[in-house]
């Protein structure tokens, strides 16, 4: 058959990009790709990137109050939004730039527009034109999910709000206890929002270690925000002064703003997915195998649209792989395997391998840890400590999971995954001679198991 392209990619995030500008710069193949939104996808425009500068605006007032503590006259004024939204929103145009004429350069064509899969090797864009493909790649990431189940939930916002506010809220609410809600909770509180955030579980950041959950949570309670958990949202109304929230534990406040940030699901909803034969997860996520490729064998995907591991560098590693896989002749399997990952809390919490609770499962294990409080505030007299948490096998004396909530932990967690990924033992770490003085250099010096198990 005489197709259009040799690959068509459907999404234009991290993932579909980079696979379609490797496929047709390094492997000269003919590529399309089509994104309905803005070039870049969720990393670029709604999420780590808007977000981690919305968190180093965020980290400012507390900068300045520290300042002041260590001498210098600072006077700490009002965080003017509007102006710093307007820079934001410059700033991710320039970037969107860069993606589209990346593309360009290579030579893959762009269709700024919606396309949906009609069979295994066909799409329908959204004005009616179809076109051909020898192997179609889904790189569609995935959408904020807000539960049905609270009457006037449509009241709220999602993360995909956030970056377009009118004016920042004077009280806001955030539901939910993942690392987006999270995040934004402390980044809301820094700008000098008055943050609420109910959980519904009985410790935020489910699935994280849990010495490391409890410690963050106590860091933000102390920072000034509003925590509750076993809470959660049973209706929302609007009023003269807001919203005005019921909760399930009986409370009830009013807001200017209900953010729902309740996690996200696979965006595959209206793509003809099942239609064209390809396999969907309990999620919605799209089935795939090692080396991304569906149920149907033209058709593979890669990032969050699959819900492996929901992270942008993945999703790049997973368009690499593809492209050596299905271009080049060169079989890689995504690699899944110890991926380091950052919350950016405040304090940040870097976590690379297994929580304590994992490996206590697995085999058995020693627990180094220590908890502290860091020089810099210490001189100031804050009571804000720092964690540092290695995970040892008993048998092999290997790493098996590297844990830090502190300032700076994405920053020191990348480090620190190198060795783990390395196969780095609990005694390679101890030859390693300390950085003096860092908080840092707790991470060679523990000594004593403080759990054996």
């Not at 965080?79 to 320039?94: Q, V």
């Not at 593809?322 to 990952?341: C, Q, R, Y």
Request: net charge negative.
């Amino acid at each position: 058959m005489n197709f259009d392209f040799d690959l068509f990619v459907i999404g234009g995030g991290s993932g579909g990009v980079r696979a379609a500008r490797l496929a047709a710069a390094e492997a000269g193949a003919r590529v399309g790709l089509a994104e309905e939104d803005r070039m870049g996808g969720t990393c670029v425009i709604r999420g780590c990137v808007p977000k981690k500068l919305m968190v180093f605006a965020s980290e400012y007032r507390a900068a300045m109050a520290e300042a002041r503590d260590y001498g210098w006259q600072v006077d700490i004024g009002r965080f003017d939004w509007p102006a710093f939204r307007d820079r934001l929103h410059a700033e991710l145009s320039r970037l969107e730039g860069l993606y589209r004429a990346n593309l360009l350069k290579a030579g893959v064509e762009i269709f700024d527009q919606r396309a949906t899969l009609v069979d295994p090797h066909t799409v329908r864009l959204a004005d009616g034109e179809t076109r051909t493909a020898r192997h179609i790649l889904v790189a569609t990431g995935g959408r904020p999910f807000v539960p049905e189940t609270a009457p006037g939930a449509e009241l709220g916002i999602t993360s995909n709000d956030v970056f377009h506010l009118d004016a920042l809220p004077r009280r806001l609410l955030i539901v939910g206890g993942g690392y987006i809600a999270c995040e934004f909770a402390c980044i809301f509180n820094g700008l000098g929002t008055e943050v609420t955030q109910f959980y519904r579980g009985a410790q935020i950041l489910r699935g994280f270690d849990g010495e490391a959950r409890g410690h963050i949570a106590e860091e933000m309670r102390a920072q000034g925000v509003d925590l509750h958990v076993g809470a959660d949202v049973d209706r929302l109304e609007r009023v003269a002064e807001g919203i005005r929230v019921h909760a399930t534990d009986g409370r009830e406040d009013v807001f200017d703003q209900v953010l729902f940030a309740t996690g996200r699901v696979p965006n595959t909803s209206g793509l003809g997915l099942e239609e064209a034969g390809v396999k969907l997860g309990r999620r919605g996520e799209v089935v795939v195998d090692a080396y991304s490729q569906t149920s149907v064998p033209s058709i593979f995907a890669v990032g969050d649209v699959t819900n492996r591991v929901n992270l942008t560098p993945v999703a790049i590693r997973e368009a690499v792989a593809f492209v050596e896989t299905v271009f080049k002749g060169n079989p890689i399997p995504a690699d899944h395997d110890l991926v380091p990952s950052a919350v950016f809390t405040q304090p940040e919490y870097g976590a690379v391998g297994l929580t304590e609770e994992e490996a206590a499962e697995r085999e058995p294990i020693e627990v180094y840890c220590a908890a502290f409080r860091p020089m810099r505030t210490q001189f100031i007299d804050r009571p804000s400590r720092v964690l540092f948490k290695l995970i040892v096998s008993r048998e092999t004396r290997r790493i098996l999971g590297c844990h830090i909530v502190a300032d700076g932990a994405g920053e020191l967690i990348q480090l620190a995954g190198v060795a783990v990924k390395m196969g780095a033992t609990k005694e390679d770490f101890d030859r390693t001679v300390a950085v003096h003085p860092t908080m840092a250099e707790e991470i060679v010096l523990m000594k004593t198991p403080v759990r054996v198990l």
